[in-house]
């Protein structure tokens, strides 16, 4: 049977299993290189605040939290995109 994709989707190589993440959406466990990673950050001071703190040149600290998520879940939010046949084989 042919394959979809070259890497079968993961990043892992010649690695054998890797540790399992839960997808942040859904809880769905998977492993750590098929999960789309997603960092946002949190900031501690209000928006407004912020904004003339900023201006006055102070430095805000921010907390960048990761999230996971399943490739259902990462298709579903639009963090990646279905591609192609031509476009996939490459990769
Ligand atoms: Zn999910």
Redesign the pocket.
């Known amino acids: 049977m042919g394959k979809k994709r070259k890497s079968g989707g993961r990043s892992k190589g010649g690695k054998g299993s890797l540790s399992k993440v839960h ?6 466990l ?1 492993p750590r290189d098929k999960a789309k990673r997603k960092t946002s950050y949190k900031q501690l001071v209000d928006f407004s605040i912020g904004k003339e703190l900023r201006q006055q040149g102070t430095h805000i600290a921010r907390i960048p939290y990761v999230r996971y ?6 298709i ?1 939010r639009h963090h990646v995109k279905i591609r192609s046949e031509d476009e996939r084989k490459d990769g």
């Not at 998520?69 to 990462?74: G, I, K, L, M």
């Open positions: 997808c942040s959406s859904c809880g769905r998977v998520y399943c490739v259902s879940c990462a579903h």
